[in-house]
């Protein structure tokens, strides 16, 4: 199965702060049909995940555009351009390209 | 407006089997698929299965021998069986909407706990 491991694990950030996820797959995930199925999901508090970003780079409708995606074959990057207090929770980045399809760890984003 | 709802039991005797539903609208079975994923308790999500847009299923390897996904599009119902549960099964169980790997709708979740 394809591994993806997230980094960091925790991230401390303030309000109105820029951060990154990082998310590196053991495998590239560029599919034959020339796409990339690379997700990132957001889990609040007591919730269930909601997707943000799908295809490496594509905002899910209505996910405000603080939120970008980028990379490529086997490394990813989630960026929040001015973190809010609604951005508090878990990241996930997914993948689809091969089954099955798996998940990474996490990163848990918290108020410094 | 899309939405998706597991139901099924909340506790399940270890060795049995557990039964969940997944109720949907705003969408047809047979023009998206559907995806089973678990969330052990403080861990990251596990894919399950899933069942396409035209019956066909998928299933994880590591639970391919206990796992059934099946459906009745009559009444927008995706259903999940997965036999000889052990403690390790407790977590939330969440049903998806799945337009090619994209997990865009998700359930609130079920809880489902393996006890004695």
């Known amino acids: 199965d394809v591994v993806l491991t997230q980094t960091p694990p925790t991230l401390s950030a303030t309000i109105g702060q820029s951060v990154s996820i990082s998310c590196r797959s053991s495998?590239?995930?560029?599919?034959?049909?020339?796409?990339?199925?690379l997700n990132w999901l957001l889990q609040r508090p007591g919730q269930s995940p909601q997707l943000l970003i799908y295809?490496?780079?594509n905002l899910e409708s209505g996910v405000p555009n603080r939120f970008s995606g980028s990379g490529s074959e086997t490394d990813f990057t989630l960026k929040i351009s001015g973190v809010e207090a609604e951005d508090l929770g878990v990241y996930y980045c997914?993948?689809?390209?091969?089954?099955?399809?798996?998940f990474g760890a996490g990163t848990k984003l918290e108020l410094k | 407006q899309v939405q998706l709802k597991e139901s099924g039991p909340g506790l399940v005797q270890p060795s049995e089997t557990l039964s969940l539903t997944c109720t949907v609208s705003?969408?047809?079975?047979?023009?998206?698929?559907v995806s089973w994923v678990r969330q052990p308790s403080g861990k990251g999500p596990e894919w399950m299965g899933r069942?396409?847009?035209?019956?066909?299923?998928a299933y994880n390897s590591a639970l391919k021998s206990r796992l059934s996904i099946s459906r009745d599009t009559s009444k927008n119902q995706v259903f999940l069986k997965m036999n000889s549960l052990q403690t390790d099964d407790t977590g939330t169980y969440y049903c998806?909407?799945?337009?090619?790997?994209?997990?865009?709708?998700w359930g609130q979740g079920v809880m489902v706990t393996v006890s004695s």
């Open positions: 069942m396409w847009y035209d019956g066909d299923t």
């Open positions: 295809s490496v780079s």
């Open positions: 495998q590239s995930l560029l599919d034959s049909d020339g796409d990339t199925y």
């Open positions: 998806t909407r799945d337009p090619g790997g994209v997990l865009d709708y």
């Open positions: 705003g969408f047809s079975l047979t023009s998206y698929s």
């Open positions: 997914m993948q689809a390209t091969h089954a099955p399809n798996t």
